[in-house]
Protein backbone atom coordinates (compact mmCIF):
# COMPACT_ATOMS: atom_id res chain seq x y z
CA UNK A 1 0.00 0.00 0.00
CA UNK A 2 1.33 3.25 -1.25
CA UNK A 3 1.54 6.20 1.57
CA UNK A 4 -1.57 8.70 1.36
CA UNK A 5 -2.51 11.51 1.81
CA UNK A 6 -6.08 11.33 1.22
CA UNK A 7 -6.93 9.78 4.44
CA UNK A 8 -9.96 12.10 4.38
CA UNK A 9 -11.96 10.03 2.12
CA UNK A 10 -11.15 6.46 4.45
CA UNK A 11 -14.53 4.52 3.77
CA UNK A 12 -13.60 0.82 4.13
CA UNK A 13 -11.26 -0.36 7.16
CA UNK A 14 -9.50 3.23 6.51
CA UNK A 15 -8.05 1.58 3.58
CA UNK A 16 -9.06 3.45 -0.43
CA UNK A 17 -9.10 0.88 -2.49
CA UNK A 18 -7.09 3.00 -5.24
CA UNK A 19 -4.51 2.66 -2.47
CA UNK A 20 -4.18 -0.56 -2.28
CA UNK A 21 -3.57 -1.10 -6.13
CA UNK A 22 -0.95 -4.01 -6.50
CA UNK A 23 2.27 -2.28 -9.15
CA UNK A 24 2.59 -3.07 -12.31
CA UNK A 25 5.39 -2.90 -14.22
CA UNK A 26 4.97 -1.80 -18.25
CA UNK A 27 7.77 -2.00 -20.47
CA UNK A 28 6.57 0.19 -22.61
CA UNK A 29 3.92 3.54 -22.91
CA UNK A 30 -0.05 2.36 -23.73
CA UNK A 31 -0.81 3.87 -26.93
CA UNK A 32 -4.79 4.64 -28.13
CA UNK A 33 -5.74 6.37 -30.87
CA UNK A 34 -8.60 7.32 -33.66
CA UNK A 35 -11.05 10.01 -34.27
CA UNK A 36 -13.76 11.48 -31.92
CA UNK A 37 -16.53 10.08 -33.31
CA UNK A 38 -17.50 6.88 -35.62
CA UNK A 39 -18.14 8.38 -38.91
CA UNK A 40 -18.23 5.77 -41.82
CA UNK A 41 -17.04 2.18 -41.96
CA UNK A 42 -14.17 3.54 -44.69
CA UNK A 43 -12.61 5.99 -42.44
CA UNK A 44 -12.65 3.44 -39.49
CA UNK A 45 -11.01 0.72 -41.60
CA UNK A 46 -8.29 3.01 -42.94
CA UNK A 47 -7.67 4.25 -39.23
CA UNK A 48 -7.49 0.83 -37.79
CA UNK A 49 -5.18 -0.23 -40.72
CA UNK A 50 -2.66 2.39 -40.24
CA UNK A 51 -2.67 1.90 -36.19
CA UNK A 52 -1.46 -1.20 -36.48
CA UNK A 53 1.02 -0.72 -38.94
CA UNK A 54 2.43 1.49 -36.49
CA UNK A 55 2.01 -0.97 -33.69
CA UNK A 56 -1.10 0.47 -31.84
CA UNK A 57 -3.42 -1.98 -30.88
CA UNK A 58 -5.95 -0.19 -29.68
CA UNK A 59 -8.38 2.14 -31.66
CA UNK A 60 -10.77 4.34 -30.12
CA UNK A 61 -13.74 6.46 -31.77
CA UNK A 62 -16.91 8.28 -30.69
CA UNK A 63 -20.38 5.80 -31.59
CA UNK A 64 -22.01 7.96 -28.75
CA UNK A 65 -20.76 11.45 -28.08
CA UNK A 66 -21.32 13.60 -25.38
CA UNK A 67 -21.28 17.11 -27.09
CA UNK A 68 -20.57 20.58 -26.04
CA UNK A 69 -24.09 21.61 -27.63
CA UNK A 70 -27.15 19.27 -28.18
CA UNK A 71 -27.25 20.10 -31.99
CA UNK A 72 -26.96 17.00 -34.31
CA UNK A 73 -26.97 17.78 -38.05
CA UNK A 74 -24.86 16.32 -40.88
CA UNK A 75 -21.79 18.02 -39.61
CA UNK A 76 -21.65 17.08 -35.94
CA UNK A 77 -23.25 13.55 -34.95
CA UNK A 78 -23.25 10.94 -33.63
CA UNK A 79 -24.16 7.40 -35.01
CA UNK A 80 -24.86 5.18 -32.12
CA UNK A 81 -25.52 1.69 -32.90
CA UNK A 82 -24.49 1.93 -36.51
CA UNK A 83 -21.72 3.27 -35.33
CA UNK A 84 -21.14 0.43 -32.59
CA UNK A 85 -21.80 -1.91 -35.91
CA UNK A 86 -18.83 -0.05 -37.66
CA UNK A 87 -16.49 -0.57 -34.88
CA UNK A 88 -17.41 -4.10 -34.40
CA UNK A 89 -16.77 -5.21 -38.01
CA UNK A 90 -13.50 -3.13 -38.05
CA UNK A 91 -12.62 -4.92 -34.95
CA UNK A 92 -13.38 -8.49 -36.37
CA UNK A 93 -11.68 -7.79 -39.97
CA UNK A 94 -8.34 -6.38 -37.95
CA UNK A 95 -8.06 -7.77 -35.07
CA UNK A 96 -8.25 -4.29 -33.29
CA UNK A 97 -9.05 -3.25 -29.73
CA UNK A 98 -11.84 -0.66 -29.27
CA UNK A 99 -12.00 1.86 -26.68
CA UNK A 100 -15.53 3.50 -27.30
CA UNK A 101 -17.28 5.40 -24.70
CA UNK A 102 -21.02 4.86 -23.02
CA UNK A 103 -22.58 7.94 -22.29
CA UNK A 104 -25.38 6.10 -19.88
CA UNK A 105 -27.27 2.97 -19.93
CA UNK A 106 -28.52 2.09 -22.84
CA UNK A 107 -25.07 3.02 -24.53
CA UNK A 108 -23.58 1.13 -21.92
CA UNK A 109 -24.91 -1.90 -23.06
CA UNK A 110 -24.39 -1.66 -26.77
CA UNK A 111 -20.77 -0.72 -26.99
CA UNK A 112 -20.36 -3.43 -24.32
CA UNK A 113 -20.59 -5.75 -27.42
CA UNK A 114 -17.73 -4.20 -29.06
CA UNK A 115 -15.39 -2.49 -26.15
CA UNK A 116 -12.28 -3.52 -24.68
CA UNK A 117 -11.89 -0.80 -23.07
CA UNK A 118 -15.16 1.17 -21.92
CA UNK A 119 -14.42 4.99 -21.75
CA UNK A 120 -16.20 6.76 -19.02
CA UNK A 121 -16.14 10.44 -20.50
CA UNK A 122 -15.39 13.53 -18.19
CA UNK A 123 -18.42 14.63 -18.12
CA UNK A 124 -19.71 11.69 -16.54
CA UNK A 125 -17.09 11.06 -13.91
CA UNK A 126 -19.91 11.86 -11.35
CA UNK A 127 -22.34 9.39 -12.56
CA UNK A 128 -22.38 6.80 -9.71
CA UNK A 129 -24.33 4.81 -11.23
CA UNK A 130 -23.08 4.65 -14.76
CA UNK A 131 -19.95 4.25 -13.03
CA UNK A 132 -21.37 1.20 -10.89
CA UNK A 133 -23.28 -0.19 -13.84
CA UNK A 134 -19.72 0.04 -16.45
CA UNK A 135 -17.55 -1.86 -13.51
CA UNK A 136 -20.23 -4.92 -13.48
CA UNK A 137 -19.14 -5.23 -17.32
CA UNK A 138 -15.75 -6.53 -16.12
CA UNK A 139 -13.89 -4.89 -18.60
CA UNK A 140 -11.30 -2.06 -18.01
CA UNK A 141 -12.55 1.19 -17.93
CA UNK A 142 -10.95 4.19 -18.87
CA UNK A 143 -12.35 7.26 -16.20
CA UNK A 144 -11.77 10.72 -17.68
CA UNK A 145 -11.01 13.45 -15.05
CA UNK A 146 -13.72 16.03 -14.70
CA UNK A 147 -12.81 19.41 -16.23
CA UNK A 148 -13.12 20.30 -12.88
CA UNK A 149 -12.49 17.38 -10.39
CA UNK A 150 -10.35 17.60 -7.71
CA UNK A 151 -8.16 14.69 -7.24
CA UNK A 152 -9.94 13.36 -4.09
CA UNK A 153 -13.10 13.70 -6.49
CA UNK A 154 -11.70 11.69 -9.18
CA UNK A 155 -9.87 8.97 -7.14
CA UNK A 156 -13.44 8.89 -5.35
CA UNK A 157 -15.13 8.00 -8.66
CA UNK A 158 -12.76 5.14 -9.33
CA UNK A 159 -13.22 3.70 -6.08
CA UNK A 160 -16.75 3.39 -7.04
CA UNK A 161 -15.09 1.22 -10.14
CA UNK A 162 -13.29 -0.50 -7.39
CA UNK A 163 -15.55 -1.27 -5.10
CA UNK A 164 -17.99 -3.47 -7.29
CA UNK A 165 -14.89 -5.62 -7.62
CA UNK A 166 -13.27 -4.21 -10.72
CA UNK A 167 -9.68 -3.14 -10.37
CA UNK A 168 -9.10 -2.83 -13.79
CA UNK A 169 -9.33 1.16 -13.81
CA UNK A 170 -7.08 2.88 -16.24
CA UNK A 171 -6.85 6.88 -14.94
CA UNK A 172 -6.53 9.28 -17.59
CA UNK A 173 -5.91 13.22 -17.26
CA UNK A 174 -7.49 14.96 -20.35
CA UNK A 175 -7.30 19.02 -19.32
CA UNK A 176 -9.09 21.23 -16.53
CA UNK A 177 -10.80 23.96 -16.84
CA UNK A 178 -9.06 27.57 -15.78
CA UNK A 179 -10.66 30.82 -15.59
CA UNK A 180 -10.68 32.66 -18.70
CA UNK A 181 -9.19 30.42 -21.17
CA UNK A 182 -12.01 29.42 -22.94
CA UNK A 183 -10.38 30.27 -26.38
CA UNK A 184 -9.97 28.06 -28.76
CA UNK A 185 -5.85 27.93 -28.32
CA UNK A 186 -6.47 27.24 -24.67
CA UNK A 187 -9.67 25.71 -23.45
CA UNK A 188 -8.09 23.80 -21.14
CA UNK A 189 -4.65 23.20 -19.37
CA UNK A 190 -2.90 20.26 -19.19
CA UNK A 191 -2.52 19.39 -15.82
CA UNK A 192 0.86 17.78 -16.10
CA UNK A 193 1.64 17.86 -12.21
CA UNK A 194 -1.34 15.60 -11.66
CA UNK A 195 0.55 12.90 -12.61
CA UNK A 196 3.07 12.42 -10.25
CA UNK A 197 1.05 13.19 -7.49
CA UNK A 198 -1.55 10.53 -9.14
CA UNK A 199 1.54 8.21 -8.88
CA UNK A 200 1.92 9.02 -5.26
CA UNK A 201 -1.43 7.96 -3.94
CA UNK A 202 -1.77 5.12 -6.66
CA UNK A 203 -0.69 2.31 -8.50
CA UNK A 204 -3.25 2.86 -10.71
CA UNK A 205 -2.10 3.34 -14.28
CA UNK A 206 -2.52 7.00 -16.04
CA UNK A 207 -2.75 8.00 -19.19
CA UNK A 208 -2.70 11.47 -21.05
CA UNK A 209 -4.90 12.93 -23.38
CA UNK A 210 -3.34 15.80 -25.22
CA UNK A 211 -6.32 16.08 -27.87
CA UNK A 212 -8.74 17.52 -25.41
CA UNK A 213 -6.22 19.08 -22.88
CA UNK A 214 -5.48 21.05 -26.08
CA UNK A 215 -8.10 21.33 -28.34
CA UNK A 216 -4.99 22.17 -30.85
CA UNK A 217 -2.99 20.03 -32.97
CA UNK A 218 -0.23 22.11 -33.17
CA UNK A 219 -0.15 21.64 -29.16
CA UNK A 220 -0.60 17.87 -28.87
CA UNK A 221 3.20 16.92 -29.44
CA UNK A 222 4.99 18.66 -27.00
CA UNK A 223 2.30 17.80 -24.49
CA UNK A 224 2.14 14.30 -24.84
CA UNK A 225 6.27 14.32 -24.41
CA UNK A 226 5.56 16.26 -21.43
CA UNK A 227 3.31 13.81 -19.98
CA UNK A 228 5.22 11.03 -20.62
CA UNK A 229 7.89 12.70 -18.80
CA UNK A 230 5.91 13.31 -16.00
CA UNK A 231 5.38 9.41 -15.46
CA UNK A 232 2.57 8.84 -17.63
CA UNK A 233 1.73 5.61 -18.70
CA UNK A 234 0.55 6.35 -21.83
CA UNK A 235 -1.21 8.44 -24.70
CA UNK A 236 -5.37 8.46 -26.21
CA UNK A 237 -4.68 10.35 -29.01
CA UNK A 238 -7.00 11.96 -31.42
CA UNK A 239 -6.33 10.86 -35.16
CA UNK A 240 -7.99 11.10 -38.43
CA UNK A 241 -7.30 10.18 -42.04
CA UNK A 242 -8.05 13.59 -43.07
CA UNK A 243 -8.19 15.77 -39.97
CA UNK A 244 -9.13 19.41 -41.02
CA UNK A 245 -12.48 17.58 -42.41
CA UNK A 246 -13.53 14.97 -38.77
CA UNK A 247 -17.09 15.55 -37.83
CA UNK A 248 -16.03 16.58 -34.13
CA UNK A 249 -13.09 17.98 -32.77
CA UNK A 250 -11.21 18.97 -36.37
CA UNK A 251 -9.00 21.46 -34.38
CA UNK A 252 -7.22 18.98 -32.44
CA UNK A 253 -7.01 15.51 -34.52
CA UNK A 254 -3.57 14.85 -35.86
CA UNK A 255 -2.62 12.71 -39.03
CA UNK A 256 -0.94 9.30 -38.78
CA UNK A 257 2.22 10.05 -39.56
CA UNK A 258 2.33 12.63 -36.90
CA UNK A 259 0.42 10.24 -34.31
CA UNK A 260 3.79 7.60 -35.40
CA UNK A 261 6.17 10.10 -34.51
CA UNK A 262 4.74 11.27 -31.43
CA UNK A 263 4.68 7.42 -30.67
CA UNK A 264 8.03 6.74 -31.30
CA UNK A 265 9.87 10.05 -29.03
CA UNK A 266 7.31 9.27 -26.18
CA UNK A 267 8.66 5.22 -26.39
CA UNK A 268 11.67 7.07 -26.32
CA UNK A 269 11.35 9.25 -23.37
CA UNK A 270 9.54 6.43 -21.77
CA UNK A 271 12.54 4.81 -21.54
CA UNK A 272 15.08 7.58 -20.09
CA UNK A 273 12.36 8.25 -17.40
CA UNK A 274 11.19 4.93 -16.56
C1 LIG B 1 -13.60 12.01 -25.98
O1 LIG B 1 -12.61 11.39 -25.57
O2 LIG B 1 -14.10 11.80 -27.08
C2 LIG B 1 -14.17 13.07 -25.13
C3 LIG B 1 -15.38 13.56 -25.38
O3 LIG B 1 -13.37 13.47 -24.15
P1 LIG B 1 -13.72 14.18 -22.77
O4 LIG B 1 -14.75 13.34 -22.10
O5 LIG B 1 -12.41 14.19 -22.07
O6 LIG B 1 -14.21 15.57 -23.11
MN1 LIG C 1 -13.00 14.56 -29.18
Not at 72 to 81: A, Q, S
Not at 134 to 157: C, E, M, T
Not at 159 to 168: F, K, S, T
Not at 247 to 254: E, G, M, R, S, T
Request: proline share 5%; hydrophobic share 40%; charged share 20%.
Amino acid sequence: MLVKDVTDFDIKNNIPLVCSVKPRQQVAPIFISGPCTVESYEQMSITASRLKQMGINYMRGGAYKPLTFPYRNKNMYELGEVGANILHDVKMEQNINIVTEATDEHSLDVIDQVADIIQIGSRNMYNYSLLKQAANKNKPILLKRHFGASVRDWLGAAEYILDQGNGDVILCERGITAPHTHESSSRFISDIQVIPNIKKLTNLPIIFDPSHATFNRAFVPSMSYAAIAAGADGIIMESHPTPEQAAVDKLNAVEFDMVEEIKNKCENIFQIVK
